[in-house]
């Protein structure tokens, strides 16, 4: 089967900005991978990511360390809006030393302001999507285009979604035990904090 033949899968990614990496994440990441690579063998594999800081681009490291998984890149805003934006330097040079794997870059339409620009690149991801891969806290937080909206409104279109537990940084605490009785039907296939 030549790969012009191939249907598309594709995942989209969605996580916290501010997370700790450490060993248990990247390989909670990798099974998630591992398994959809496993399902979709005969599909070619579009990893969605907009790579933010955090969540987004660790995401896009470990999928782009996978021969045949190709990086969409969609953009809320402007790259150079979208990059002030951005809380560290290591963030946005980890951002340009992404840009040259991807696959397709291309920004969204232009939006009234920025929690609505990230709000339709939420809804994008959604819309094109096959399966979400959420690196969450669980918590849902009222921000518009934020991780839990997007999780949220992935439960309501009855997505596939793998949540990874992981932590906002400094602004949340160990929530994991009152939350997986409030998420509903989301597979949990690891955890870091």
């Not at 969409?72 to 030393?97: C, H, K, N, Q, T």
Request: a negative charge; aromatic letters at 8%; proline letters at 3%.
């Amino acid at each position: 089967m030549n790969e012009s033949s191939l249907s598309i899968f594709r995942i989209a990614t969605t996580g916290h900005r501010f997370i700790s990496v450490d060993v248990r994440l990247s390989a909670s990441i990798r099974s998630v991978l591992d398994r959809i690579i496993q399902e979709h063998a005969n599909s070619e594999l579009h990893l969605l990511c907009a790579l933010a800081e955090g969540s987004d681009q660790l995401v896009a490291k470990i999928a782009l360390s996978y021969p045949g998984i190709k990086l969409i890149v969609p953009l809320p805003l402007s790259e150079e809006e979208y990059l002030m934006g951005f809380a560290s330097d290591i963030g946005r040079e980890s951002f340009y030393e992404l840009m040259p794997s991807a696959e397709k870059v291309f920004t969204l339409p232009e939006q009234v302001d920025h929690p609505t620009a990230y709000e339709s690149l939420g809804n994008y991801m959604l819309d094109h999507c096959e399966v979400l891969l959420a690196l969450w806290n669980g918590q849902y937080s009222l921000r518009k285009g934020g991780t839990g909206e997007v999780v949220k409104k992935a439960l309501k279109k009855e997505k596939i979604i793998y949540w990874i537990y992981t932590s906002n940084g400094n602004k949340d605490r160990e929530v994991r035990g009152v939350l997986q009785k409030d998420i509903g039907d989301i597979e949990v296939l690891g955890f870091s904090i």
